[in-house]
T-cell receptor
Framework: GENVEQHPSTLSVQEGDSAVIKCTYS??????FPWYKQELGKGPQLIID?????GEKKDQRIAVTLNKTAKHFSLHITETQPEDSAVYFC?????????????FGTGTRLTIIP | DSGVTQTPKHLITATGQRVTLRCSPR?????VYWYQQSLDQGLQFLIQ???????AKGNILERFSAQQFPDLHSELNLSSLELGDSALYFC????????????FGSGTRLTVV
C-alpha cells in the first residue's frame, strides 16, 4: 500500500519568513495530493490540493509543488503569520472508482515566532 | 462549522465496553470516511462508505464495524474496548470517490479507562 513520509516533524520560523514542508510517497499510481491544516481541538481542514497532471499550484500565500518522477511534493507558505501556527498534514491517494484511500503523512507542527 | 457533524464530542468509557460514534456528512456528500488519530500514529484510515455501500477498508480492527444508513449518516461501532483504542476518531465526507476535497468533522475524543 501507499506510504507517505513527511519532514520535518516540527518547524519554527520567524513571522514573515517562509516555511517549507516536504513529503514523499511510494505508490506511483497516486494522483491526488492534498494538504490539511489542523488547529488545536479541530478536525483537519483542506488548504490546498494538487493533481498529478499539474506541477505547481498557488493560492495566495500557499503553494504546492509536485515532482512525479521523484515522488515528492512540498508545501510552501510565504510571509508567515501567527495564525499559520498549526499541524500540517500531507496526503496521497489514487482514485480507482470503488477503491479509495487517502494516506496521510505523520504531520508537521509549525510554530510561527512573533 | 465544516458541515460534517460528529457526536458525541467526548466519550469516556471502561475497558470491555462498546460505544457508537455518529457522523452526519455535509449536505450533498455521498461518501463518508472514518479515520483514527492517535498521538504517535497520525491519521489512520479505517473505512469508507459510498451511498450506503462499503467501498474501502484500511487497518480497521475486527472489533470495529461501521455502516452508512439510507439518510447517509454513518455510525462507527467500537466493541471490547481496550486502553489502546483511546484516540480521536474523525469522520470526513466528500461528494463521491475521486472528487477529493474531504471535509472533516471536529472529531470524537474517546478515552478508555
Amino acid at each position: 500500500g501507499e506510504n507517505v513520509e513527511q519532514h520535518p516533524s516540527t518547524l519554527s520560523v520567524q513571522e514573515g519568513d517562509s516555511a517549507v514542508i516536504k513529503c514523499t510517497y511510494s505508490d506511483s499510481a497516486s494522483n491526488y495530493f492534498p494538504w490539511y491544516k489542523q488547529e488545536l481541538g479541530k478536525g483537519p481542514q483542506l488548504i490546498i490540493d494538487i493533481r498529478s497532471n499539474v506541477g505547481e499550484k498557488k493560492d495566495q500565500r500557499i503553494a504546492v509543488t509536485l515532482n512525479k518522477t521523484a515522488k515528492h511534493f512540498s508545501l510552501h507558505i510565504t510571509e508567515t503569520q501567527p495564525e499559520d501556527s498549526a499541524v500540517y498534514f500531507c496526503a496521497a491517494s489514487s482514485f480507482d472508482f470503488g477503491n479509495e484511500k487517502l494516506t496521510f503523512g505523520t504531520g508537521t507542527r509549525l510554530t510561527i515566532i512573533p | 462549522d465544516s458541515g460534517v457533524t460528529q457526536t458525541p464530542k467526548h466519550l469516556i468509557t471502561a475497558t470491555g465496553q462498546r460505544v457508537t460514534l455518529r457522523c452526519s456528512p455535509r449536505s450533498g456528500d455521498l461518501s463518508v470516511y472514518w479515520y483514527q488519530q492517535s498521538l504517535d500514529q497520525g491519521l489512520q484510515f479505517l473505512i469508507q462508505y459510498y451511498n450506503g455501500e462499503e467501498r474501502a477498508k484500511g487497518n480497521i480492527l475486527e472489533r470495529f464495524s461501521a455502516q452508512q444508513f439510507p439518510d447517509l449518516h454513518s455510525e462507527l461501532n467500537l466493541s471490547s474496548l481496550e486502553l489502546g483504542d483511546s484516540a480521536l476518531y474523525f469522520c470526513a465526507s466528500s461528494v463521491s470517490p475521486g472528487t477529493g476535497g474531504y471535509t472533516f468533522g471536529s472529531g470524537t475524543r474517546l478515552t478508555v479507562v
